[in-house]
């Protein structure tokens, strides 16, 4: 395993794995640099004229990996990357841990995207040089958190206080269990829409009473939020979206159904189209509400609502280009960022390694799943004694672990 170079504790030389590989202080002084990149994004720097990024992209992408490059290059740097994995050695069978290892002697920093969970912690732990984790399968996508919080922050002036509602699909989707631990961090209310059974998994929602004290408010349907008078002559029973809670919301954060992540076409066939956002829903909103999308769009998001000017996708997606030099140039050690050490690296200092007592991540999502020569390590959770998250893949499971 690689020994990774860090400075001291500031953000220089850092993986950033998880929206918990960051501190708030870390996040705040990012956003101050993104500021102060946005005012520089159509030029170019010398910043990291010395330093070269590796993007590994196993899954599609157009705002990440374009923002990612595009960022590299406004600072200056050079990009080496592979429009196809399966053009590389990939194909031949070579592992993860091995193509990180050639990618860190020809690179300064690795940014990777995976259709497994866990993917860019194991992808970290092999290389040398920081690794930015771009996506791994439904489990986390740190960097647009980033820039999700950032857009809040610049167009609503705080993050703090601000009702968010994550509308769809909320088991799948990586961007909102990222975005619902930043939006706990800063203070948010979160209020969960999703379709039944794509709601926001449960450790999630665990964590999120356990770390924050958080309990978001549910719903099943955008469609059929009803008056409180008619949904006490309907009887109704299950918590209903009315037009007088829409008018308490100050952001609507809406996502994709995750078509790539269903286990049958029967499933997502059930799923799709279950949910949009119109202009005539958005009447019943607050002048004043933000309509945010991670993109891309099929068919939750009508093309009517460009015309609002609540609708802030769009500038969202542009955002994603200083947030990202600020935290290339951060991570590179050329910018200096608050340095606060981060929440996640004081649990991990616990970790056991499993692998002698043959336990596994029983997650068939987990990245150990197919690359079988990684450890079985896992961190104890806080307060429960039988159970332990898997260092890659963060899910939990019942396990007995010494906590010596
Ligand atoms: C998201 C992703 O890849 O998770 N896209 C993005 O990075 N902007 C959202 C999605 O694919 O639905």
Redesign the pocket.
Known sequence: MAAKRSHGRSLAGRDVVSIFDLSDAEIESLFALADEMSRQSRTRSDLCADKILASLFYEP?T??RFSFESAMLRLGGGIISCADVQASSVAKGETLADTVRILHSYADIIVIRHPLEGSAQAAADYSSVPVINA?DGPHE?PT?TLLDLYTIRREKGSIAGASVALVGDLKH???AHSLAFGLARFGAKIICIAPAGLEMPAEILERLERDFNLRPEFYHSLADFVSEPNRLAARIKEPVLTAEILKLIDVIYV??V?KERFKSQKEFEAAKGSYAITSTLLRRARPDTLIMH???RVDELAYEVDLDPRAAYFRQASYGLPVRMALLAAVLGKRKTKAQPSPEAAGRTSEVDLTSAGIHCQNPGCITTTEVYLRARFIPVPDKPKRASCHYCGQEMSVSVSRE
Request: net charge positive; charged share 20%.
């Open positions: 992408s705002r990440t996506g996508h647009q989707g990586r961007t996502t994709r995750q991670p993109l891309p």
